[in-house]
């Protein structure tokens, strides 16, 4: 009983302890905050709070039923607050205001001036590593490094992301998006959209990856098959579970009186780690050798290392695997999640697919899809190209951050002129600058790829549509100067290509419940999409088994 009072006491007291020390920082940060004099809001628990992530939406959405329950708490203390405010917060408070938290003050950012600005200066404005730091699985890598290191990895990995390339993820996606297509018709009912998107966007990674191809097998197809070799298992388990090895670690997760799925994930790491010191080893050898071999990212990136070495610094090995392991975490859900989100879309607006199908039949004819070609067809693709921009501007995958780390930064919002105080977080408002009317119209909140889309003659013909580049700063889902996305090509080929594998000769509906017609199924769908998406690690839809599809020949 005494062990237990005491036990009682300390817990209390630790407790006590982090309240008290939790206000005098809140009470410091608010300070700071008041002195720039921009709009306030004060949160007691930072969203970043890894134990309060674990519990902050059960806890919010209980907290919400209460008298009390619709403050700045519920609406701004969770993760992913930022995609249901959408631009709500900056109408009401400017383009830019500070939320306060015990941690740090985050600075949220609506101005397209001002946000590039921000981007160009990357000096000033790095990225907050310590928030990335966990990336650093297999070795350093652009998302873990900055100043000079940065610059040396971002000329070599630059380098890979080519025309070559592209090639290759348009041949793949094509042939995998077919594949796929014969799997889905040849049910009456498909549940796996998600999961199936996943599977293309990883066989696709893994050939323009590490030069393997692998047959698309559908959900049903992998639960009664085991053929997948080792190497592809192994990197779908570490993107499947990279969070967990991020968050305990690859040396933890060895330990033998851990659970046999936690010790599969860590023999996973070991297996795609061998494949690609392999790999290395072997392409070493052929560019000693002068041999040429598979392009691919793996390859070209040994290859560029190896050049630069020759007037400069390569990269390490760790550096390559530590680069490669990023290009597949950043790669892979990303697009799955966003072709998921299209299809699911795209189900519910029929006519849309009438007007893809429509552009796709003049692109292509009747052409058969191998006869399809990257360098004459992709740039003409317009229409596929703005439904990939329309949902990854109402859905993008991954936020931006930034912080001044430890020096005060100036920078010029419309007609003020504020001083960013040290440690602050400066976060750009994607969802707010993507769905803002002054930038989008008066329906900012539809999904309508046709925005992008103008003619230079008033029938507006096919033949005369070009697509609509936004203000800079306006639009961002793959970040913007230096440090933006260097794969960003690469998933606008393998969205596009797998946009017309789909829906040239076929078209998609949603399953019609009992008593349901095909409108209100429709309309379902959206509501699934609107109240059922939500950011894990990424943003996501978080049931689309919900929504069954059924595909049809046109």
């Not at 796709?360 to 899809?369: I, Q």
């Not at 998609?508 to 017609?517: A, K, Y």
């Amino acid at each position: 009983m005494a062990v237990l009072l005491i036990l009682f006491w300390i817990l209390v007291s630790f407790t006590s302890f982090w309240i008290a020390y939790s206000c005098v920082c809140l009470l410091r940060n608010y300070s700071s905050a008041r002195k720039i004099g921009i709009p306030i809001r004060v949160i007691p628990i930072s969203h970043g709070n890894p134990l309060w992530m674990i519990v902050d939406r059960k806890v919010i959405s209980l907290l919400k039923y209460l008298p009390f329950g619709n403050g700045n708490f519920t609406r701004y203390n969770w993760r992913g607050w930022e995609i249901e405010d959408k631009c709500r917060s900056h109408i009401e408070m400017g383009d830019v205001y500070m939320l306060v938290t015990p941690v740090k003050n985050w600075l949220y950012l609506c101005n397209p001036d001002s946000l590039m600005e921000v981007f160009r200066r990357r000096l000033d404005f790095p990225r907050p590593l310590e928030i990335y730091e966990m990336l650093n699985i297999f070795g350093p890598n652009l998302s873990t490094v900055e100043g000079n290191q940065w610059k040396a990895q971002r000329k070599i990995t630059a380098s890979c992301f080519n025309e070559q390339n592209n090639e290759i993820v348009w041949a793949e996606s094509i042939s995998l998006a077919d594949s796929m297509l014969r799997y889905w018709t040849s049910r009456a009912s498909i549940k796996s959209t998600a999961d199936d998107t996943r599977t293309l966007s990883l066989h696709v990674l893994s050939r323009a990856g590490f030069g393997k191809s692998f047959k698309f097998q559908g959900q049903e197809e992998r639960s009664k098959l085991s053929t997948s070799t080792s190497y592809k298992e192994s990197l779908q388990l570490v993107l499947d579970n990279c969070v967990l090895i991020m968050a305990l670690g690859t040396k933890f997760l060895s330990k033998p009186w851990l659970p046999l799925r936690l010790r599969r994930v860590h023999e996973a790491c070991v297996l795609f780690q061998r494949y690609m010191t392999d790999l290395y080893e072997d392409e070493k050898r052929a560019f000693a050798e002068g041999r040429s071999t598979d392009r691919n990212l793996m390859t070209s990136l040994i290859r560029a290392s190896n050049e630069e070495a020759k007037t400069s610094n390569g990269l390490t090995e760790s550096e390559i695997y530590g680069n490669m392991f990023v290009f597949n975490f950043a790669g892979h859900d990303t697009t799955a999640h966003t072709l998921t989100f299209a299809i699911m879309l795209l189900a519910a607006n029929p006519m849309v697919q009438d007007w893809l199908s429509e552009e796709l039949h003049h692109v292509f004819g009747e052409r058969d899809p191998d006869e399809w070609q990257y360098s004459n067809d992709f740039a003409r693709l317009k229409r596929c190209t703005a439904v990939l921009m329309e949902t990854v501007r109402l859905y993008t995958p991954v936020p931006v951050a930034k912080w001044t780390e430890n020096k005060a930064q100036r920078i010029k919002v419309g007609n003020l002129d504020i001083t960013i105080p040290p440690d602050t977080m400066v976060i750009p408002s994607y969802s707010a600058m993507h769905t803002h009317p002054n930038h989008w119209g008066p329906d900012p909140l539809i999904w309508r790829p046709s925005r992008w889309i103008s003619s230079t003659n008033s029938t507006r013909s096919i033949f005369d549509e070009d697509l609509i580049i936004p203000q800079r700063g306006t639009f961002f889902p793959w970040s913007e100067g230096e440090r933006s996305c260097p794969g960003k090509k690469f998933s606008q080929v393998e969205f596009v290509a797998a946009m017309a594998g789909l829906f040239r000769d076929w078209r998609v509906d949603p399953i019609q419940g009992d008593g349901e017609s095909l409108d209100n199924a429709r309309n379902r769908v959206l509501n699934l999409i609107e109240t059922d998406s939500a950011q894990v690690l990424l943003l996501q839809m978080l049931h689309p088994e919900r929504a069954p599809l059924v595909w049809k020949r046109r």
